[in-house]
């Protein structure tokens, strides 16, 4: 089973948490995190009405490879799956999987979180919303390279602050200066 997946189809969480965990009868638990597509980027209900997902083929995945290679070495964990959406999705939409196994829930917990935070600052995904006044590509949040940080993991150059100060525009112009 790969460990990383990049698509643009859904994916069905039971049947990706029973392939990770099939013939491993050491895993004690499995911790999983998906994520879906808000209708708001504030707090307005509704203002979303679209998601497109862009990222560059071979590249991400090879970066989400490292991420999980990271995790293993920091977190006793036995595997990690990360399944991916890429192209148009709608609110409501799933559009990330992270599942982790391990023998105990504390590192699967661990590594589930610090991975997703890998995720959200690092892995080489460009969203771009469409709302009633238009469309724009979405920077990370602070917040997030915050997240990051607390693992002891700087942001690298296109963490949130760096992205800013590029200014407003297509963000893919600028230096990807993700892993």
């Known amino acids: 089973m790969a460990r990383v997946t990049i698509q643009r189809a859904d994916f069905d969480l039971a049947r990706e948490v ?4 099939a013939a491993d009868l050491g895993v004690g638990a499995v911790v999983g995190f998906v994520g879906t597509v808000r209708d708001r ?25 490292a991420m999980i290679d990271e995790a293993i070495a920091r977190f006793d964990i036995r595997a990690a799956r ?12 799933q559009i990330v999987l992270v599942a982790v196994t391990s023998a105990h ?16 600052t690092q892995a080489p ?7 009633a006044a238009g469309t724009r590509w979405v920077d990370a949040r602070v917040a997030d390279d915050e997240a990051l940080a607390r693992w002891g993991i700087a942001a690298g150059n296109a963490g949130a602050a760096d992205r800013r100060a590029q200014g407003a525009g297509d963000p893919r112009s600028g230096p990807v200066g993700r892993p």
């Open 125 to 131: 995904f460009w969203k771009k919303e469409t709302t």
């Open 18 to 21: 029973a392939a990770l965990r």
């Open 41 to 65: 980027h504030g707090s307005a209900a509704g203002e979303v009405s679209a998601l497109e997902l862009e990222h560059y083929p071979g590249m991400t995945e090879q970066a989400v490879e």
């Open 82 to 93: 990360v399944v991916h959406r890429v192209g148009p999705l709608a609110p409501g939409d």
């Open 105 to 120: 829930r504390g590192a699967a917990f661990r590594a589930c979180e610090f991975l997703m935070d890998y995720l959200k």
